[in-house]
């Protein structure tokens, strides 16, 4: 693998396994993963760090019909554009001429869609004979160190043809790599989404005071009965019941902040329950904690905690989910996960879970 850092552990324990569900991989310079619909990504990735700053991205969805899309994202710092070519000229399939692509979500990176469909097809064929793609970003002045990115091919066919298999398309006229005779109604159905129907929000007033006996309570919960612990925030779930947040500082680190949950109604700390994060089948170690979550917030309109479990400290790899309130239980909503840190932005990792949320 490139010498890139690779999650820590505690972010490990709740990584997706192979399974019918969903699956992260990595081959040499590249990575893929799937989502329980069967849509599936691939990313690559300069093999260099210090030539970090552009990658390539692969999508298609789980159905028979779904187009192939390749996206480049570069990070262009004050350069005015960017152009891109294959290590081997005399391969075809990339944008000619100049490029500035258009911004992402919270991060500096600018994002080129260069072939979709068919076009994508074609691309992919020289993408598995190149040995890189160069990316070359233009400036005003003399270029800066830098200026050159070169994406690595190495992992691409295998990386490909494993997103053919989890999709379901070898030997499919539909299949990236290894196309074949069958028809695209040889491809299984996309399985349906999971349905996840939230709760409608509640305007109740949240208690101000707080027993120590709930203090307590909530403390427990944490490592070793953190006597530092303290409620963060309290939240109306609706039917007469609340949503605790606790602190766990002596299980919390530089950029990790663990915060466990208590659900239940005001004024009764026996009567609270603990919160139950219960990750799907082949999601997560069944033996990690499940009454709280990294880096948690909470939207009261839409019932929906968000948590992001960081890699390192900048947040390039990780894992982001959402949990939404039903009205009995927090559900998983959305799970991305990036399990190397590779300097791809989180708004761009890729699905790992997915349900359909009613409101």
């Not at 602190?247 to 949950?261: L, Q």
């Given at each position: 693998?490139?010498?890139?850092?690779?999650?820590a552990?505690?972010?490990?324990?709740?990584?997706?396994?192979a399974?019918?569900?969903?699956?992260?991989?990595?081959?040499?310079?590249?990575?893929?993963?799937?989502?329980?619909?069967?849509?599936?990504?691939?990313?690559?990735?300069?093999?260099?760090?210090?030539?970090?700053?552009?990658?390539?991205?692969?999508?298609?969805?789980?159905?028979?019909?779904?187009?192939?899309?390749?996206?480049?994202?570069?990070?262009?710092?004050?350069?005015?554009?960017?152009?891109?070519?294959?290590?081997?000229?005399?391969?075809?399939?990339?944008?000619?001429?100049?490029l500035?692509?258009?911004?992402?979500e919270?991060?500096?990176?600018?994002?080129?869609?260069i072939?979709?469909?068919?076009?994508?097809?074609?691309?992919?064929?020289?993408?598995?004979?190149?040995?890189?793609?160069?990316?070359?970003?233009?400036?005003?002045?003399?270029?800066?160190?830098?200026?050159?990115?070169?994406?690595?091919?190495?992992?691409?066919?295998?990386?490909?043809?494993?997103?053919?298999?989890?999709?379901?398309?070898?030997?499919?006229?539909?299949?990236?790599?290894?196309?074949?005779?069958k028809?695209?109604?040889?491809?299984?159905?996309?399985?349906?989404?999971?349905?996840?129907?939230?709760?409608?929000?509640?305007?109740?007033?949240?208690?101000?005071?707080?027993?120590?006996?709930?203090?307590?309570?909530?403390?427990?919960l944490?490592?070793?009965?953190?006597?530092?612990?303290q409620?963060?925030?309290?939240?109306?779930?609706g039917?007469?019941?609340?949503?605790?947040?606790?602190?766990?500082?002596?299980?919390?680190?530089?950029?990790?902040?663990?915060?466990?949950?208590?659900?239940?109604?005001?004024g009764?700390?026996?009567?609270?329950?603990?919160?139950?994060?219960r990750?799907?089948?082949?999601?997560?170690?069944?033996?990690?904690p499940r009454?709280?979550?990294?880096?948690?917030?909470?939207?009261?309109?839409?019932?929906?905690?968000?948590?992001?479990n960081?890699?390192?400290?900048?947040?390039?790899c990780?894992?982001?989910?959402?949990?939404?309130?039903?009205?009995?239980a927090?559900?998983?909503?959305?799970?991305?996960?990036?399990?190397?840190?590779?300097?791809?932005?989180?708004?761009?990792?890729?699905?790992?879970?997915?349900?359909?949320?009613?409101?």
């Open positions: 693998m490139p010498p890139y850092t690779r999650i552990l505690a972010i490990a324990l709740i990584l997706p396994a399974s019918a569900h969903a699956s992260f991989k990595d081959f040499r310079d590249w990575l893929a993963a799937c989502d329980n619909l069967r849509n599936c990504s691939a990313f690559a990735t300069s093999p260099d760090a210090s030539e970090a700053g552009a990658y390539l991205r692969i999508e298609r969805g789980g159905s028979a019909d779904a187009p192939v899309i390749v996206t480049l994202s570069v990070d262009l710092g004050s350069a005015k554009s960017y152009s891109v070519a294959f290590d081997d000229p005399s391969l075809p399939g990339l944008p000619s001429g100049s500035r692509g258009e911004e992402g919270g991060s500096d990176y600018r994002r080129s869609e072939a979709r469909g068919n076009a994508a097809s074609a691309l992919i064929d020289s993408i598995r004979k190149a040995k890189a793609i160069v990316v070359t970003r233009h400036y005003a002045g003399k270029p800066p160190e830098g200026a050159v990115t070169r994406i690595s091919m190495s992992g691409a066919t295998a990386s490909l043809l494993w997103i053919d298999d989890q999709q379901k398309r070898l030997d499919t006229v539909t299949a990236v790599v290894r196309r074949g005779p028809p695209a109604s040889a491809v299984l159905p996309q399985p349906n989404a999971p349905v996840i129907v939230a709760a409608k929000p509640s305007d109740a007033k949240a208690p101000e005071n707080h027993s120590p006996a709930l203090l307590a309570r909530g403390r427990a944490c490592d070793d009965n953190d006597k530092n612990s409620i963060e925030d309290v939240s109306p779930l039917g007469g019941q609340f949503l605790y947040q606790f602190t766990c500082p002596d299980s919390s680190g530089a950029y990790n902040f663990w915060n466990v949950f208590l659900i239940g109604p005001a009764n700390a026996q009567a609270l329950r603990p919160a139950d994060f990750r799907p089948p082949g999601l997560g170690d069944k033996d990690a009454s709280g979550l990294t880096n948690p917030s909470f939207d009261p309109q839409t019932m929906t905690l968000t948590s992001f960081k890699g390192r400290g900048i947040g390039d990780g894992i982001e989910e959402k949990w939404v309130w039903d009205g009995k927090f559900q998983l909503a959305l799970q991305r996960t990036m399990g190397e840190c590779r300097l791809i932005p989180a708004d761009d990792w890729p699905v790992t879970w997915r349900a359909e949320v009613k409101r």
